[in-house]
Structure formats: structure tokens, C-alpha cells
Nanobody
Framework: VQLQAFGGGLVQAGGSLRLSCAASGRTFSRYNVGWFRQAPGKEREFVAAIGWSEYRTDYGDSVKGRFTMSRDNAKNTAYLQMISLKPEDTAVYYC????????????????WGQGTQVTVSS
């Protein structure tokens, strides 16, 4: 499966953005999808993941209560709705896909899209 992340941009602190992860291929519905982010000089961080069935979700501690992940298999797209954005949310955001169980471990993910930059100004 091929992934393309988009929707990033510049937003003021307290604002909102919605990222999209568009997938190609007919088997998107079989894949769990995760979002990760990486800020300059920092390690890649788990943000959120959603399961392929029952749409179970999981979130990183730093975004719980502010970010919501969803998916629309008919559109082969997963979403990350971000509210109450903070300057520390500034990073390149990547979407990734894997079979099996959802995890927050980036090395478990087989397929990756290119990143989309999110910049939150104070």
C-alpha cells in the first residue's frame, strides 16, 4: 500500500488542523494506520493509531484529549484531527500502515508516507 500524508500547515497556538493520509490499493481496509511525528533534533514519536477492524484507537500521552484519529475505508483515507495545538506539536507528521495489531512502535510499521509539516506558532 502506498501512503500520502497531507494537510499540514502553519497555525497559531490553540488552533486546529486536520491531517489526511490517503492510501492507494484495494486492501487499505486490512491495514492498521498510525501517525508519528518527528521534530528537529528529536526522535520519532508515536502520535496515534487506528485498527483495521472495530476502529480501535490508541494515542500517545502528549496528544490524548486533543487529537482524534478516524478512517474512512470507502475513501481509502485516515484522518488526524488536531485541536488545541501547542508549539510543542510542531513537527513533520508521517502516516504509516501495518497488518496485525495496532502498536505505537514505529519499527512495526511496514509502509510509510512522506511527511507533512505542522508548525504551531506561539
Amino acid at each position: 500500500v502506498q501512503l500520502q500524508a497531507f494537510g499540514g500547515g502553519l497555525v497559531q497556538a490553540g488552533g486546529s488542523l486536520r491531517l489526511s493520509c490517503a492510501a492507494s490499493g484495494r486492501t487499505f481496509s486490512r491495514y492498521n494506520v498510525g501517525w508519528f511525528r518527528q521534530a528537529p533534533g528529536k526522535e520519532r514519536e508515536f502520535v496515534a493509531a487506528i485498527g483495521w477492524s472495530e476502529y480501535r484507537t490508541d494515542y500517545g500521552d502528549s496528544v490524548k484529549g486533543r487529537f482524534t484519529m478516524s478512517r474512512d475505508n470507502a475513501k481509502n483515507t485516515a484522518y488526524l484531527q488536531m485541536i488545541s495545538l501547542k508549539p510543542e506539536d510542531t513537527a513533520v507528521y508521517y502516516c504509516a500502515a501495518k497488518l496485525g495489531r495496532i502498536t505505537g512502535w514505529d519499527l512495526d510499521y511496514e509502509y510509510w508516507g512522506q511527511g507533512t509539516q505542522v508548525t504551531v506558532s506561539s
